[in-house]
């Protein structure tokens, strides 16, 4: 069992930057990932690392903005710089307790574990 909670969301203007933290508590050697999900729209994937080694992937359209990290066991942040209005969407942390290495799930079927999500809006 792993409980998952996501903090360090918020408003913030286009062009500034914002760092996602999620924590695991109970087990936590898991493979993780960050998803959103704009209004309307359907949960997407946006970035995830493994636990083996802490490969990452994220998307390419995401990619130079995002960034994924893990800097101890049980804590994952999601660093997103130059913040854009499409950008705004509650942001879930996710855990795939089935996998420990790659490749990296990038579809919701591939984790079960969710946190309650944080909200990130960006005003112009």
């Known amino acids: 069992q792993v409980q998952l909670v996501e903090s360090g969301g918020g408003l913030v203007q286009a062009g500034d930057s914002l760092t996602l933290s999620c924590t695991a508590f109970g087990r936590y050697d898991y493979n993780m990932g960050w998803f959103r999900q704009a209004p309307g729209k359907e949960r997407e994937f946006v970035a995830g690392?493994?636990?083996?080694?802490?490969?990452t992937y994220i998307p390419y359209s995401l990619r130079g903005r995002f960034t994924i990290s893990r800097d101890t066991p049980n804590t994952m942040y999601l660093q997103m710089n130059s913040l854009i209005l499409e950008d705004t969407a509650v942001y879930y942390c996710?855990?795939?307790?089935?996998?420990?290495?790659?490749?990296?799930?990038?579809?919701?079927?591939?984790?079960?574990?969710w946190g309650r999500g944080t909200q990130v809006t960006v005003s112009s």
């Open positions: 996710a855990a795939d307790s089935r996998t420990r290495g790659t490749p990296l799930a990038t579809m919701t079927v591939g984790y079960d574990y």
């Open positions: 690392i493994s636990w083996s080694d802490s490969s």
